[in-house]
């Protein structure tokens, strides 16, 4: 994949209100849990959002991965801090894990079923995590009509 990310799929407004409808495009309809921590993602200027589907390549230890690039320091801070009140108070989850958020170029949320990776610009380009997923459904999600 040496030029980089081909998604499968763009998953836009629409078809995420479809999804949650239960009428989805995709072959696996995302669950509420991740349906919602990539709302807010969106709804808190996250870029380059990807959903890649797990359960099919047999990975066998979670089903979703959701990728996001954010754009500081304190928007990653924000982002974990969003992302568990919405997770906790919806669903009463706390993630398993929180990681690498000390760092601040790449924080792992670990739901068990879905993982958040929330990157800065540049640890997304560095480590470029789609790509190890080539075999998988791979959704970009983005505001486009």
């Not at 230890?61 to 320091?73: A, H, I, K, P, R």
Request: aromatic share 8%.
């Amino acid at each position: 994949m040496g030029e980089g990310i081909n998604p499968g799929m763009v998953i836009h407004q629409k078809e995420i209100n479809l999804i949650r409808n239960k009428e989805s495009p995709l072959k696996d309809p995302f669950p509420e849990l991740l349906i919602d921590i990539v709302e807010v993602l969106k709804k808190h200027h996250t870029k380059d959002i990807i959903v890649i589907n797990c359960k099919e390549v047999g990975n066998g230890f979670f089903d979703y991965l959701v990728l996001g690039t954010c754009t500081s320091n304190r928007h990653m801070e924000a982002l974990v801090e969003y992302i568990c009140e919405e997770v906790e108070k919806k669903f009463s989850l706390t993630p398993y894990s929180i990681t690498g958020l000390d760092a601040h170029m790449w924080t792992c949320l670990d739901y068990l079923d879905v993982i958040v990776h929330i990157f800065s610009e540049d640890a997304r380009h560095y480590y470029k995590i789609e790509e190890l997923w080539g075999d998988a459904e791979i959704v970009k999600i983005t505001d486009e009509r």
